[in-house]
């Protein structure tokens, strides 16, 4: 699926007009899917106080208008997370005819389920917070899991990177590969990237040790000797099962390595251990924002800003978004 510039016709709807807000996460992003949109960003202050009190003012009245709220919930999580809520306070309290709260990445969408004794579900959390304080619909980018959508009380749309990251190894023709993903829970889409390419697919299968960010690699089951690898996920955080994975497949006999993930999150170790792993090149979207501390000489973003374009505009003029991916 790609999406090009169109002339865009807003038209009217039941919602009035559109007016698109960009919180402090991502403002670029923002920026990206007003421009596509044909708008200008919605001008607003966001004010930290001393205190560490966020504070929000609208430049102009929403009373009315279908309004789309741009904040991805990366670090500082927090932070932004409170900003989001906030935002959604106050353009719910000036009226707004309905709130559309756009988060490319949703934080605590690992913590999907009881895994544990004496442990919260912090996704559904996230939900409750989200639909209390106002918001109408979601629109996000490949959750950890799907049913985190039926956490939701408010309709929504959750799109994935999957035909952008497919898309651009299509363009790239890699010879003699075979897809891989990084442990079995990613298997599903792992499988779509490989039908999607014509290409085999080959497993990684691991044991996590604990709640942290450290793995077990056990042993890849399926053909990776003297194959070049396209190892694909949804999410790099701390990179330690990207680490292992890389490890493992050159053992087995790989020969280049490519990582793929929609979500680049890329804390505490994770760029330091990529730049000494043997990986040709590494592919993510920019669901979070990329700075230039977070690039490495081998890393590509591919911009999401189009797709999300397209799906706010299909939103506002009630308009199918499963027709973009022909469902």
């Known amino acids: 699926m790609r999406v090009t510039n169109q002339t865009r016709d807003h038209g009217a709807n039941a919602y009035g007009g559109i007016k698109v807000f960009a919180g402090s996460s991502h403002p670029q ?91 919260p579900i912090t996704a559904r959390l996230m939900a409750d917070m989200i639909v209390t304080a106002g918001a109408d619909r979601y629109i996000t980018v490949d959750l950890h899991a799907g049913q985190i959508q039926g956490f939701f009380n408010i309709p929504g749309d959750e799109l994935t990177g999957f035909h952008l990251l497919s898309d651009y ?39 996590r040790i604990g709640n942290n960010a450290q793995s077990e690699i056990l042993t890849v089951i399926g053909d990776v000797e003297n194959h070049n690898v396209i190892i694909v996920d949804d999410e790099i955080s701390t990179a330690g099962s990207i680490e292992n994975t890389v490890k493992v497949v050159k053992e087995a006999g790989a020969l280049d390595v490519y990582v793929s993930a929609t979500h680049g999150v890329f804390v505490g170790p994770a760029l330091e251990r990529l730049r000494k792993l043997p990986i040709k090149e590494i592919i993510v979207t920019n669901t979070v924002a990329p700075t230039p501390d977070r690039l490495l000489p081998n890393m590509k973003y591919i911009s999401v800003g189009r797709l999300l374009g397209e799906v706010v505009y299909r939103v506002h003029l009630g308009r199918s978004v499963g027709e973009m991916f022909n469902e």
């Open 29 to 119: 992003l923002a920026e990206e899917i007003a421009t596509y949109l044909g708008l200008t960003l919605s001008g607003r202050d966001c004010i930290k106080f001393p205190n560490e009190n966020i504070f929000w003012r609208l430049h102009e009245s929403v009373r009315g208008q279908d309004v789309f709220l741009i904040q991805t919930l990366s670090s500082p999580v927090s932070d932004n997370i409170m900003e989001m809520l906030i935002a959604i306070d106050c353009l719910r309290r000036d009226s707004a005819a309905r709130i559309t709260v756009v988060m490319p990445y949703m934080a605590y969408a690992r913590s999907d389920k009881k895994d544990q004794p004496r442990v």
């Open 169 to 207: 190894f299509a363009d790239e023709a890699i010879e003699n590969a075979v897809i891989v993903t990084a442990d079995l829970g990613f298997a599903k889409k792992g499988r779509n990237f490989a039908a999607k390419l014509h290409l085999p697919m080959a497993f990684v299968e691991k044991r």
